[in-house]
T-cell receptor
Framework: SQQGEEDPQALSIQEGENATMNCSYK?????LQWYRQNSGRGLVHLIL?????REKHSGRLRVTLDTSKKSSSLLITASRAADTASYFC???????????FGTGTRLLVSP | KAGVTQTPRYLIKTRGQQVTLSCSPI?????VSWYQQTPGQGLQFLFE???????NKGNFPGRFSGRQFSNSRSEMNVSTLELGDSALYLC?????????????FGSGTRLTVV
């Protein structure tokens, strides 16, 4: 199993702006998953992108994957205060391997 | 369908005591994973169970143990509690071999050791 590394560590924006966070990993993957965690709560699965996919959308979320650069990005468009949370990426080598989480990106969206 | 249920939600224990946390996965999910989250160490993988067998284990001392029952419910136990065991303990359920659909996490148990 490998751990993703999120960047930046913290991001502060205004409501309505877009938020972009990045994830880098080290070795080839089967898929990469993004999760959100509101303060003191469990993680919520946002989106999964497979290694043969380059881009995926879910509502205001857009995830891209560049396997040649071993990186992924999560874009949240038209951010809302409710998007304030920590965001984690989790690369998965195979469907059977455990997920290992990095330190995440702390996003603060101010009204 | 019901989500992942963790009990209790909050717990305060004294150093040296032991504690048992419970996790009921989503119906049909047979894999349960446990994580410890602290401000200093972040999210650390504890162990994972599938069909009552431990399949993966993290780097935690033997004071941390777990088990899974035939109905897929899981418990984790921490013996001889230390102050550093204070953390949010998260449980996640998934379909083994089909985890490409992601994990579903419970709300966690907040353990405070005093």
């Amino acid at each position: 199993s490998q751990q993703g590394e999120e960047d930046p560590q913290a991001l502060s924006i205004q409501e309505g702006e877009n938020a972009t966070m990045n994830c880098s990993y080290k070795t080839s993957i089967n898929n990469l998953q993004w999760y959100r965690q509101n303060s003191g709560r469990g993680l919520v699965h946002l989106i999964l992108i497979r290694s043969n996919e380059r881009e995926k959308h879910s509502g205001r979320l857009r995830v891209t994957l560049d396997t040649s650069k071993k990186s992924s990005s999560l874009l949240i468009t038209a951010s809302r205060a409710a998007d304030t949370a920590s965001y984690f990426c989790a690369p998965q080598d195979t469907g059977f391997q455990k997920l290992v989480f990095g330190t995440g990106t702390r996003l603060l969206v101010s009204p | 369908k019901a989500g992942v249920t963790q009990t209790p939600r909050y717990l305060i224990k004294t150093r040296g005591q032991q504690v048992t946390l419970s996790c009921s996965p989503i119906s049909g999910h047979r894999s349960v994973s446990w994580y410890q989250q602290t401000p200093g160490q972040g999210l650390q993988f504890l162990f994972e169970y599938f069909s009552e067998t431990q399949r993966n284990k993290g780097n935690f001392p033997g004071r941390f143990s777990g088990r899974q029952f035939s109905n897929s419910r899981s418990e984790m136990n921490v013996s001889t509690l230390e102050l550093g065991d204070s953390a949010l303990y998260l449980c996640a359920s998934s379909s083994w071999g089909d985890r490409a659909h992601g994990y579903t996490f419970g709300s966690g148990t907040r353990l405070t050791v005093v």
